[in-house]
């Protein structure tokens, strides 16, 4: 069976300070792997991808995660946050072998102060 | 634009009763979605629909009913069977669902229909 962990449920950040956003995942076969970003009352919205090749990829918003397959992690990466950042992440994965199911971390709320 | 539009966004259910949640979407996508979001949890897949007239039960089923008579348009009954209905109920939609190379496609959601009891 597969799983997503993020192990932060929530991370407070000052505005313009770096974050890292963690997550982790198990599969017995490969994954492609998403993380999607939920504003408050609204749906999902895809941030970025991984499909295959480059293990460092970008998303909308600046931000970016690297996979790392021999950890089995993903994390999401920003440089700089904004207080419009402020949001839910969710990490999710997609066995390659079945992809009708979209399999969810139980995200992690980003928290932006000024 | 095109999108996936869910209706209403606020939905209030009595005792006993059935509710039918909306979705439609104009993205001329084959697949679709429900999730159901309970705070402080990821998303749980209800039911999903590849293709018209044809739906499977996702995890958590039990209590839900779904028709998919158009492309377009994937709605979802809450019955009364569903003791816990409380949840914020999300839709999406995804280009084709297959294996391989088509299963990197990525689902794109509606806004959500929050459903609350009375």
């Known amino acids: 069976a597969q799983s997503v962990t993020q192990l932060d449920s929530q991370v407070p950040v000052f505005e313009e300070a770096p974050v890292e956003l963690r997550c982790n995942y198990s599969s017995s076969v490969s994954v492609y792997l998403f993380w999607y970003v939920q504003y408050p009352n609204q749906g999902l919205q895809l941030l970025l991808k991984?499909?295959?090749?480059?293990?460092l990829v970008k998303g909308i918003n600046g931000f970016e995660a690297e996979f790392n397959k021999s950890q089995t992690s993903f994390h999401l990466r920003k440089p700089s946050v904004h207080i419009s950042d402020t949001a839910e992440y969710f990490c999710?994965?997609?066995?390659?072998?079945?992809?009708?199911?979209?399999?969810f971390g139980s995200g992690t709320r980003l928290l932006v102060r000024p | 634009d095109g999108g996936i539009t869910q209706s209403p966004k606020y939905l209030f259910r009595k005792e006993g009763q059935n509710v039918t949640l909306s979705c439609e979407q104009n993205l001329n996508h084959d697949a679709m979605y429900w999730y159901r979001q309970d705070p402080g949890q990821g998303l749980r897949l209800i039911y999903y629909s590849q293709i018209v007239n044809d739906f499977q039960k996702g995890d958590i089923a039990e209590g839900y009913s779904v028709s998919r008579e158009k492309k377009e348009s994937f709605p979802l009954t809450v019955t009364s069977a569903q003791k816990n209905p409380t949840a914020f109920y999300l839709c999406?939609?995804?280009?084709?669902?297959?294996?391989?190379?088509?299963?990197?496609?990525?689902?794109?959601f509606g806004d959500g229909t929050r459903l609350s009891i009375l």
């Open positions: 999406a939609s995804s280009i084709k669902v297959g294996r391989g190379s088509l299963s990197n496609q990525p689902q794109h």
């Open positions: 991984y499909l295959s090749g480059s293990t």
């Open positions: 999710a994965v997609i066995r390659m072998d079945s992809s009708y199911k979209l399999i």
